[in-house]
């Protein structure tokens, strides 16, 4: 019964930054792990950044440097930074959850666009 939803897409031009949240119910964020993925048109989903129960986080080469996930228990609440925007990181993106940690992602968020221009 663990429902996600994601906030904070929007239109913004290269070498800008946006901030996306991810707010949980169901189920507290410490006891979840928790990544991002977005999907352009035409192109599989991809997983860009995770973080586990104890806040050890991973990235995609294509998003490291620039890309962010954190997470706030107390509220519920996860979160992507994402900063020097380029047009290739137009997409969907999605929050996710694996219950248990170690399987596969089985809650997903119904997706925010993000969109940049050149």
């Known amino acids: 019964q663990v429902q996600l939803v994601e906030s904070g897409g929007g239109s913004v031009q290269a070498g800008g930054s946006l901030r996306l949240s991810c707010a949980a119910s169901g189920s507290p964020y410490s006891r979840l792990c928790m990544g991002w993925f977005r999907q352009a048109p035409g192109k599989e989903r991809e997983e860009i950044a995770a973080i586990s129960g104890i806040a050890t986080a991973t990235y995609s080469d294509s998003v490291k440097g620039r890309f962010t996930i954190s997470k706030d228990n107390a509220r519920n609440a996860l979160y992507l930074q994402m900063n020097s925007l380029k047009p290739e990181d137009t997409a969907m993106y999605y929050c996710?959850?694996?219950?248990?940690?170690?399987?596969?992602?089985?809650?997903w968020g119904q997706g925010t666009q993000v969109t940049v221009s050149s």
């Open positions: 996710a959850a694996r219950l248990p940690c170690g399987g596969g992602y089985n809650v």
